[in-house]
């Protein structure tokens, strides 16, 4: 009988890697669902009444019951749907991905009575980048100066105001296409039908080279350094990552911006200004966290193992 499961896309290291610590630490069955991997599985089945039997297909060709499982992991669930070739028109193509997405969800949302990591509604709603700042602000952390806009004049005069020059980033992202963060100058915005075209994020620079990548497995704080002089890390070819311990103050106000997001985890960035003071950027429900094992030896496979057998048996207490 498998417990737990993972709802991800196709071919996550970090599913497969979880599966492995959990399996070889504690003897913890995983299945995988790949959201992405729906259409023309055949293993997809609910019904209303609730004494039958539900299932989902999992990544390996099988199937899982929900009534089973007591704790999934809601990790990655919009991707690319592989969908037959034989379905040639586009909106018979479109119909067929959002019915699998709300046929996955619905499943799940209906019939599976466990626990989440973290809730698929919870989760939507931290990925709003304002509530995030306002939250974070609100448990004492420090932000950057914030402006969300479209409006021309707006945008220009907070650029004016943080020296002429400021980081632009977008809201959200789009799957498979990378949009990192830039830096803005006050003569470069002279296009008002392309400032109007879509509220962005406008943020002062915070100078320094380095950055915390923090992960929150419920209540345990795993964080790391990261050395580099590139504007968006996720971009450096030579940036350097080592383990550091938090201050425990700001453990606790990470903690807390995580808890009030609803979300039993959470991968957040900060920046450290030249002086050694953290600046909250961002939170993401479901970051990734793996690269920082590979790059400096942290074991949060094993960590993030701990954690969820941690749940599981909370759950099952």
């Known amino acids: 009988m498998s417990e737990f499961a993972v709802v991800t896309l196709e071919g996550d290291l970090h599913a497969y890697l979880v599966e492995d610590a959990l399996e070889r630490r504690y003897g913890i069955e995983t299945q995988i669902v790949a959201a992405d991997r729906i259409a023309a599985s055949g293993n997809l089945v609910w019904h209303v009444d609730d004494a039958e039997v539900v299932t989902l297909p999992t990544e390996d060709g099988g199937v899982v019951e929900v009534d089973e499982l007591r704790l999934i992991w809601w990790r990655r669930c919009r991707g690319v749907p592989q969908i037959p070739d034989s379905v040639s028109d586009s909106a018979m193509r479109e119909l067929v991905v959002k019915d699998c997405d709300a046929a ?59 020296g002429g020059a400021a980081i632009a980033k977008t809201l959200t992202g789009v799957f498979g296409t990378a949009l990192e963060a830039g830096r803005v100058l006050l003569e470069s915005l002279n296009n008002d039908d392309e400032l109007r075209l879509a509220p962005t994020i406008y943020q002062e620079e915070i100078r320094g080279e380095n950055h915390l990548r923090v992960m929150a497995f419920g209540e345990r704080i795993h964080a790391a350094r990261i050395s580099s002089g590139e504007l968006d890390w996720r971009l450096a070819t030579d940036m350097r990552i080592e383990p550091i311990e ?15 997001l609803g979300l039993a985890m959470g991968i957040m960035d ?7 003071d953290p600046v909250f950027l961002e939170v993401n429900p479901q970051g990734q966290f793996l690269f920082v094992e590979g790059m400096s030896e942290m074991p949060l496979a094993d ?6 057998a941690g749940e599981l048996a909370l759950v099952n207490a």
Request: hydrophobic fraction near 50%; charge should be positive.
């Open 270 to 276: 900060l920046k450290l200004t030249p002086d050694g």
């Open 303 to 308: 960590a993030f193992a701990d954690f969820v």
């Open 104 to 162: 996955l969800r619905g499943v799940l949302l209906s019939a599976f009575t466990g626990k989440w990591l973290s809730d698929p509604g919870a989760t939507q709603r931290a990925q709003n980048k304002l509530l995030q700042l306002r939250i974070a602000r609100s448990v004492g952390l420090a932000v950057p100066r914030t402006l969300v806009s479209n409006a021309p004049n707006a945008i220009r005069e907070f650029v004016r105001a943080q």
């Open 246 to 260: 938090l201050d425990v103050r700001l453990q606790r106000a990470l903690l807390e911006v995580v808890s009030r």
